[in-house]
C-alpha cells in the first residue's frame, strides 16, 4: 500500500514538472434551471507561451473562448478566433467582462459547491498541444 502510494505520487510529480500551462483560480458562474449559458472564469499561464484553442467540459455541448468588444456603443461577446495568445510566462485573465470560456447549451443546472470538468488544449508555439484538464468549482460570483 505504502509502495503503490509513492509509484502515485511520484507519477503526479513528473506531470506536474513536464505541464507548462496553469491554471489558477478558476471558477464556474452558477445557473438557474433553464439557463442554457455560463462561463468559466481562471488565470491561465503558458510557461514557454502559446495559445488556448480548444476547451470542452461534459456539462456543455459547445465550450469556446469569448472576448468582449464594442460594437457601436454596445458591449457585445464574441468568439476568439484563432484561440486565445498566451504570452510566454505572462498570466492572461479570464474575468467577468473580460475573456471568458463561454459554456453554451448546457445539459444541467450548476449549482453553486457543485464541480465541473474542463479541458483545456494548449498548442504550444511548436505546435504540440497539451490538455489541462480541471476540476471547477461553481459559484454564484468572484
Ligand atoms: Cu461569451
Do not use: C
Not at 26 to 54: C, D, Y
Not at 68 to 96: D, F, I, S
Not at 120 to 130: A, F, N, Y
Amino acid at each position: 500500500m505504502k509502495i503503490q502510494f509513492s509509484i502515485a505520487a511520484l507519477a503526479l510529480a513528473a506531470g506536474a514538472a513536464s505541464a507548462q500551462t496553469t491554471v489558477n483560480d478558476a471558477w464556474v458562474r452558477a445557473t438557474v434551471p433553464q439557463q442554457k449559458a455560463t462561463a468559466m472564469f481562471a488565470s491561465v499561464s503558458s510557461a514557454r507561451g502559446g495559445r488556448l484553442v480548444a476547451a470542452s467540459s461534459p456539462v456543455a455541448g459547445i465550450a469556446e473562448v469569448h472576448e468582449m468588444a464594442m460594437e457601436g456603443n454596445v458591449m457585445k461577446m464574441r468568439a476568439v478566433a484563432g484561440g486565445l495568445p498566451l504570452p510566454a510566462g505572462k498570466a492572461v485573465a479570464l474575468t467577468p467582462g473580460g475573456y471568458h470560456l463561454m459554456l453554451m447549451d448546457l445539459k444541467q443546472t450548476l449549482k453553486a459547491g457543485d464541480t465541473v470538468p474542463v479541458t483545456l488544449v494548449i498548442e504550444g508555439s511548436d505546435k504540440k498541444r497539451e490538455t489541462v484538464e480541471l476540476k471547477v468549482p461553481v459559484r454564484t460570483g468572484p
